[in-house]
């Protein structure tokens, strides 16, 4: 069984822009998003995944992904998916042994951003940084699932 272990945070400032190593734009949608699990549809540059996870609350999630053709996820997300899309630009910052995904979020999620570290560990050990802030791991409302539903312009 493949398990996430994730942890989200705000951020207090722009520090982290300075070493920032690739940024790739993300598209995706759900197929289905339901109260055990969602199946997402994402595309990244010229790959594309679809994704079911389990829906708890917290670091520790149940995370199944599989590669599938570019054209069926553009159609899969023009066509299937609930809207609004998210879409963000996706920032990679490595601090030491962890690499730092920082989503800033555009369309109707614009001005929201939210900095991710995956661990091995729920209880891992990772570097706290002057530009990571408040932790909104166990805050449902910054899941793309939420967001999908309740876009934070509407907050």
Known sequence: MAVEIERKFLLRNDE???????????????????????????????????????LTVGAQR?????????????????????????????????????TWEIDEFEGDNAGLIVAEVELDDVDEPFDQLAWVGEEVTHDPRYYNTQLSKHPFKNW
Request: glycine share 6%; proline share 3%.
């Open 16 to 54: 982290w822009r300075t070493s920032v190593q690739r940024t790739v734009h993300i598209r995706q949608g759900y197929l289905a998003n339901e109260k055990t699990c969602s199946v997402r549809v994402r595309t990244s540059g010229e790959g594309a995944w679809l994704n079911v996870k389990s």
């Open 62 to 98: 149940q995370e199944f992904e599989y590669s599938i053709p570019l054209a069926d996820a553009n159609t899969m997300l023009d066509t299937l998916t609930t809207k609004p899309l998210i879409e963000k630009q996706r920032h990679y910052v490595i601090v030491g042994r962890h």
